[in-house]
């Protein structure tokens, strides 16, 4: 009896002990938290083109890489907003890459029609679960210059329509402009 005692008060004081470290639950957030500061991982995919595509291709720029695919509701909506991207910084040396699973030919053509303006990286979707940096989609991760993952969001707008949307969007474009400027020094 008195080992059972015993037991149970050992067991209950280490209970009373974890509960009172803070809990961080698993969300699409604190997922794409806890990216920061590491290396966008290897993958290789092809281009439109049919050409091999992968990290290497990315070396010392900075990168804004986009999940996507084309049934995804969400993923088309914010096409526009990512247009804005490519638009605003042209003349900066940003690499906008889309990575989606779908099939070249049914990518080719969406891509045209919407008119898409990022460059179009078809990985596998096993390939795409192996880099474990989209939890979700549309997935929109921001990479620096040394290759290291800036800032990780999922949806992109500027609209007033969802503000935590809007303000997760001024923040990771204000990371994009902080990037450019450490870059250019």
């Not at 080992?3 to 604190?30: D, G, M, N, Y």
């Not at 938290?33 to 991982?41: C, I, K, T, Y």
């Not at 999940?67 to 990512?82: Q, R």
């Amino acid at each position: 009896m008195k080992i059972h005692i015993f037991t149970f008060f050992l067991f209950s004081s280490t209970l009373a002990r974890a509960q009172t470290a803070p809990v961080k639950w698993a969300t699409q957030e604190t997922f794409f938290e806890d990216l920061v500061g590491q290396d966008l991982p290897d993958f290789k995919g092809e281009t439109l083109a049919g050409k091999p595509f992968s990290k290497q291709n990315l070396k010392n720029q900075i990168v804004l890489v986009n999940f996507w695919f084309e049934e995804c509701p969400p993923c088309i909506k914010e096409i526009p907003e990512l247009n804005k991207f490519v638009d605003r910084y042209k003349n900066e040396q940003i690499r906008f890459i889309a990575i989606t699973y779908d099939e070249p030919k049914k990518a080719e053509k969406f891509s045209k029609k919407i008119g898409y303006k990022y460059e179009v990286i078809f990985l596998s979707r096993d390939e795409i679960r192996k880099l474990n940096i989209n939890h979700g989609y549309p997935s929109n991760i921001l990479v620096g210059h040394d290759g290291k993952i800036i800032k990780a969001i999922s949806s992109v707008s500027f609209s007033d329509e969802l503000p935590a949307v809007k303000a997760q969007t001024i923040d990771f474009e204000a990371k994009l402009k902080a990037e450019i400027l450490k870059v250019s020094k």
